[in-house]
Antibody
């Protein structure tokens, strides 16, 4: 079965760092782009960035560039999203999602989604 | 940035009814348009890509149409499991940019 499994919910204080993960299985992880998508409570989905695990080529949304870091370790089929200094406004559900097409970048839909990781930032 | 606008925000319908959801792009996106369904407490799931192609396993009662700036998702006969929030998304080729609509919530009348 093709799936993405994300790490569990996190509760952090403002200023702390955090790294959440997304592990792929059932397919050739290194050849599909993986995106991160934010969903704040009651809000629309927002694309944060995308990475190609095969060579770690990464592209960010202008809204999130400099605010988060996306990385991947193809040897363990895992992508990551990390923050170096969390803010209360980072409280949200975060999803990873696989882009439908393989190989060289071409815009496409997201056909497989992780179950989501809820991040709560509160003092 | 391409802005996606969905209408209506909420639609109250009865099981068995036919419904049409709308999505408008602020710029032409060709057929680079997808629809997702999100049930409460779950991740989104892909319904339609390329504006009109059903994803694997999606029932035939779901259909998509449109190109350019105007798109629709039609559900021919609503089933109980279809009451959810639906998002449209545009995806262009370069630079990578993906934007979603604000969603349309289907609720039981």
């Amino acid at each position: 079965e093709v799936q993405l499994v994300q790490s569990g919910a996190e509760v952090k204080e403002p200023g702390e760092s955090l790294k959440i993960s997304c592990e792929g299985s059932g397919y050739m992880f290194s050849t599909y782009w993986i995106a991160w998508v934010r969903q704040m409570p009651g809000e629309r989905l927002e694309w944060m960035g995308i990475i190609y695990p095969g060579d770690s080529d990464t592209r960010y949304s202008p809204s999130f560039e400099g605010q988060v870091t996306i990385s991947a370790d193809k040897s363990i089929n895992t992508a990551y999203l990390q923050w170096s200094g969390l803010k209360a406004s980072d409280t949200a559900m975060y999803f990873c999602a696989r882009q439908k097409t393989t190989g060289a970048y071409r815009g496409d839909s997201f056909d497989i989604w992780g179950q989501g990781t809820m991040v709560t930032v509160s003092s | 940035e391409i802005v996606m606008t969905q209408s209506p925000a909420t639609l109250s319908v009865s099981p068995g009814e036919r419904v049409t959801l709308s999505c408008r792009a602020s710029q032409r996106v060709s057929s680079n348009l997808a629809w997702y369904q999100q049930r409460p407490g779950q991740a989104p799931s892909l319904l339609i890509y390329g504006a009109s192609t059903r994803a694997t396993g999606v029932p035939v009662r779901f259909s998509g149409s449109g190109s350019g700036t105007e798109f629709t998702l039609t559900i021919s006969s609503l089933q109980s499991e279809d009451f959810a929030v639906y998002y449209c998304q545009q995806y262009n080729n370069w630079p990578p940019r993906y934007t979603f609509g604000q969603g349309t919530k289907l609720e039981i009348k």
